[in-house]
């Protein structure tokens, strides 16, 4: 192989791991940046919006005994909304991959156990991520004003998603866990911010669509 040709390959593999390097810290700064101004921890500064989202995720640890802190701390914010009046319906969108496995179900079962009317309550079974569940929440609940609920690295997310979709979009804050257990969600949602990026560049679509949902409509 002649030496020009050699540079040349060099070249290109330092730069390809250069970007490789960096870009999880540019997605990062985009997608934080994005979220300025859109994220709320306190309820009562929350705007009113007529829909929520509420983001699903796994009731138990792998254990299959040990609640989920990023689980019940959803849920406690979503009944707070709720209660409070900031959203009159909520869809929940979570993963429904198996017949015993179920997010969406459980936090419905949990929130009406919470005394939420089960009237007010959307589900979404296709939500196996979250950029599924931002774009079929345009898509098949014809959502484009909404609050979405979760912890506030995932809102930050979820909200340039939104962005990118069209959405006019908050967010309100779940209480978020220790670092110490948190770490591993942590790093997972650095290549997940990349992910981000490259579902556009590919021009990905939803592993499911399907037929439209109506929400009633209403003053917020």
Do not use: W
């Not at 015993?100 to 959307?122: C, H, V, W």
């Not at 990118?164 to 948190?182: H, P, R, T």
């Not at 997972?188 to 990349?194: C, L, W, Y």
């Amino acid at each position: 192989m002649k030496k020009p040709l050699v540079r040349k390959l060099i070249l290109v593999c330092a730069l390809l791991f250069f970007l490789a390097a960096v870009s999880p810290f540019v997605c990062d700064a985009v997608i934080r940046n994005a979220a300025k101004g859109k994220l709320y921890d306190d309820v009562h500064q929350l705007p009113e919006k007529h829909t929520g989202l509420l983001l699903g995720t796994s009731k138990f640890l792998r254990d299959g005994q040990t609640e989920n802190p990023y689980y019940r701390y959803r849920i406690k914010a979503a009944e707070t909304l709720l209660k409070a009046g900031k959203i009159q319906y909520l869809v929940i969108s979570g993963d429904n991959g198996r017949k015993t496995y179920s997010e969406p179900d459980d936090m419905r079962k949990d929130l009406m156990a919470l005394g939420i009317d089960s009237n007010k309550l959307f589900l979404d079974y296709a939500g196996f991520r979250t950029f599924d569940s931002v774009v079929r929440l345009r898509a098949i609940f014809n959502q484009s004003d909404v609050c979405i609920i979760s912890q506030k690295f995932h809102n930050e997310r979820a909200l340039y998603i939104a962005q990118l979709q069209g959405i006019e979009a908050v967010a309100f804050n779940a209480q978020d866990v220790g670092k110490a257990f948190g770490f591993k969600v942590m790093v997972r949602e650095k290549f997940a911010r990349v992910n981000v990026f490259t579902d556009y560049l590919l021009f990905t679509r939803p592993k499911f669509l399907g037929p439209p949902v109506s929400i009633p409509e209403g003053a917020k």
